[in-house]
């Protein structure tokens, strides 16, 4: 580089991180969009939601442990045991909801639905942590809220068991969050997941005890697709928002809808409705505009003070 810094070497320096942030994304993606598909088809076999999410969790604990076992144990190591549980909690009612409204609804119409989670965390955010509301932030939920409507549609259709499930699952996965931004002020992001898939196993077991019938052999290695393509699918999400800004690899993220859908007309005769279409535009319109805005005003408290 010369001394008076190369545009074109710094261009060359990020655009493989952005590039790889967009594939781990476009992976992520595809990853939770096959494991959806298999938890509608293992659910119609008549396996319980809640079983299905227990195997989830336990294929996603037995991976985090052959992930880090060459490591020791030392990413076991935390001061703040509690607050983990709570999040355990948070996540596994999240991860319980969602499922059970996956086997309720059609798979586009729930992951649309989904779309909404980063705007429960903004809000939780606010009411929780005492972040300011910005103006930014207050059309983003405003925008937000307009989609979801528009994909419920509520005095026209009723509100579905299945959408108010997926709707609790954003808002306890939201606070999740929440929880898991205080415990990284301290602990290391492996401390976080491995303690998060441990005490995620017994309470999602503790709910799939009262509906549990065991899975023949077909249905176990469905099972065993769900927890390798979801853990999966988190691994090269967090891997995407490591490589590249929200920015960059929210648009890919979008793409879960259209995978969604193909899966649910091919696999299970769903054909979406237009107005899921029109929503699920809207709430990503307004996450990412709110990921637009965060990240300029980060840029501008970086920058440093003019003399």
């Given at each position: 580089m010369s001394r008076h810094g190369s545009p074109k070497i710094a261009q060359k320096s990020e655009k493989p991180d952005s590039s790889k942030g967009v594939s781990y994304m476009m992976a992520s993606a595809m990853s939770i969009s096959g494991a959806n598909g298999m938890v509608v088809h293992v659910a119609s076999t008549g396996v319980h939601a809640f079983e299905i999410a227990f195997f989830r969790q336990l294929i996603g604990a037995l991976m985090m442990t052959a992930l880090t076992v060459r490591e020791g144990l030392r990413h076991f190591y935390t001061r703040r045991i509690k607050l983990h549980i709570l999040r355990s909690i948070l996540n596994a009612f999240a991860l319980l909801a969602y499922f059970y409204g996956l086997s309720l609804e059609p798979l586009s119409k729930v992951v649309a639905l989904s779309l909404t989670a980063p705007l429960f965390a903004t809000l939780g955010a606010v009411l929780l942590l005492g972040e300011v509301m910005t103006r930014h932030r207050w059309i983003a939920l405003g925008i937000g809220v307009i989609g979801a409507l528009i994909i419920l549609r509520p005095g026209i259709q009723a509100v579905s068991l299945g959408a108010i499930l997926i709707l609790l699952s954003n808002a306890s996965w939201a606070c999740a969050l929440l929880v898991i931004k205080k415990l990284t002020e301290t602990d290391s992001a492996i401390t976080i997941a491995l303690w998060a898939v441990y005490f995620q196993v017994p309470v999602?077991?503790?709910?799939?005890?009262?509906?549990?019938?065991?899975?023949?052999?077909?249905?176990?290695?469905?099972?065993?697709?769900?927890?390798?393509?979801?853990?999966?699918?988190?691994?090269?999400?967090?891997?995407?928002?490591?490589?590249?800004?929200?920015?960059?690899?929210?648009?890919?993220?979008?793409?879960?809808?259209?995978?969604?859908?193909?899966?649910?007309?091919?696999?299970?005769?769903?054909?979406?409705?237009?107005?899921?279409?029109?929503?699920?535009?809207?709430?990503?319109?307004?996450?990412?505009?709110?990921?637009?805005?965060?990240?300029?005003?980060?840029?501008?408290?970086?920058?440093?003070?003019k003399r």
């Amino acid at each position: 580089m010369s001394r008076h810094g190369s545009p074109k070497i710094a261009q060359k320096s990020e655009k493989p991180d952005s590039s790889k942030g967009v594939s781990y994304m476009m992976a992520s993606a595809m990853s939770i969009s096959g494991a959806n598909g298999m938890v509608v088809h293992v659910a119609s076999t008549g396996v319980h939601a809640f079983e299905i999410a227990f195997f989830r969790q336990l294929i996603g604990a037995l991976m985090m442990t052959a992930l880090t076992v060459r490591e020791g144990l030392r990413h076991f190591y935390t001061r703040r045991i509690k607050l983990h549980i709570l999040r355990s909690i948070l996540n596994a009612f999240a991860l319980l909801a969602y499922f059970y409204g996956l086997s309720l609804e059609p798979l586009s119409k729930v992951v649309a639905l989904s779309l909404t989670a980063p705007l429960f965390a903004t809000l939780g955010a606010v009411l929780l942590l005492g972040e300011v509301m910005t103006r930014h932030r207050w059309i983003a939920l405003g925008i937000g809220v307009i989609g979801a409507l528009i994909i419920l549609r509520p005095g026209i259709q009723a509100v579905s068991l299945g959408a108010i499930l997926i709707l609790l699952s954003n808002a306890s996965w939201a606070c999740a969050l929440l929880v898991i931004k205080k415990l990284t002020e301290t602990d290391s992001a492996i401390t976080i997941a491995l303690w998060a898939v441990y005490f995620q196993v017994p309470v999602a077991l503790g709910a799939a005890i009262f509906v549990w019938q065991g899975p023949t052999l077909s249905q176990f290695w469905w099972l065993a697709g769900i927890g390798l393509l979801g853990t999966a699918a988190q691994i090269f999400l967090g891997d995407a928002f490591r490589r590249a800004d929200a920015t960059v690899v929210l648009p890919i993220d979008f793409t879960k809808i259209f995978y969604a859908s193909l899966i649910g007309y091919f696999f299970f005769d769903q054909v979406p409705e237009i107005w899921i279409w029109i929503g699920a535009f809207i709430v990503f319109g307004a996450v990412f505009y709110n990921a637009w805005q965060e990240r300029a005003v980060r840029r501008k408290l970086q920058q440093p003070p003019k003399r």
